[in-house]
């Protein structure tokens, strides 16, 4: 199946500052997501990202799907953007299961 | 307001007992899933389901059961056969044709006591 790794594992940065997070897959992908899950466990979905580029707010995805990698940035980081970012991926051809990363943890201080 | 129902969010279990987590949605999805979430990992893909009255399992199926008998409802057993139950289990399901595509409910944290 597809590997997923993320980096790095963990990441703390001071209030204001601006992160990048990277999501590397060993195969070609139908689909790639962006999730925060927050302090209480639950995911939310920040990027729905095969391909190109997305922006939400503070918050931009690219995907390069030839390279196998996507990237999130983060600017001006908030202490509401701690928690764990996954980025999870679904392979080609037929149902493929969606394979998750173990994640980027990010410790936003004031 | 749309959105996947998971409950009980706290559950407390002695050894040897059976439990059923809910997980509701009123998406209109298709497809419907259940992952195991353990500290510092990774999601687990344990069953899904991509229309009613059928399932199929995932990676780690082992101790776990399913029913979907509607749409909307996907719950899921952890029965006395799951030797580490103690986990954060997590429902999502996905729009037709968007099927990378998941949104989660809240999930549901087990503890055997």
């Known amino acids: 199946g597809i590997q997923v790794e993320q980096s790095p594992p963990d990441l703390i940065l001071q209030e204001g500052a601006n992160s990048t997070l990277r999501c590397n897959f060993s195969d070609s992908v139908n689909n790639l997501q962006w999730f925060h899950q927050n302090p209480w466990g639950q995911l939310i979905n920040l990027f729905y990202?095969?391909?190109g580029t997305k922006q939400n707010g503070r918050l931009s995805a690219t995907t390069v799907a030839t390279e196998r990698y996507s990237l999130l940035y983060i600017s001006s980081s908030q202490t509401t953007d701690s928690g764990v970012y996954f980025c999870?991926?679904?392979?080609?051809?037929?149902?493929?299961?969606?394979?998750f990363g173990i994640g980027t943890k990010l410790q936003v201080i004031p | 307001d749309g959105g996947i129902t998971q409950s009980p969010k706290y559950l407390f279990r002695k050894e040897g007992q059976n439990v059923t987590l809910s997980c509701e949605q009123n998406?209109?999805?298709?497809?419907m899933y259940w992952y195991r979430q353990d500290p510092g990992q990774g999601l687990r893909l344990i069953y899904y389901?991509?229309?009613?009255?059928?399932?199929q399992k995932g990676d780690i199926a082992e101790g776990y059961s399913v029913s979907r008998e509607k749409k909307e409802s996907f719950p899921l057993t952890v029965t006395s056969a799951q030797k580490n139950p103690t986990a954060f289990y997590l429902c999502a399901s996905n729009p037709r044709g968007r099927a990378g595509e998941l949104f989660f409910g809240e999930g549901s944290r087990l503890t055997v006591l």
């Open positions: 990202i095969p391909s």
């Open positions: 389901s991509q229309i009613v009255n059928d399932f």
């Open positions: 999870a991926v679904e392979g080609w051809g037929g149902y493929q299961k969606v394979t």
């Open positions: 998406l209109n999805h298709d497809a």
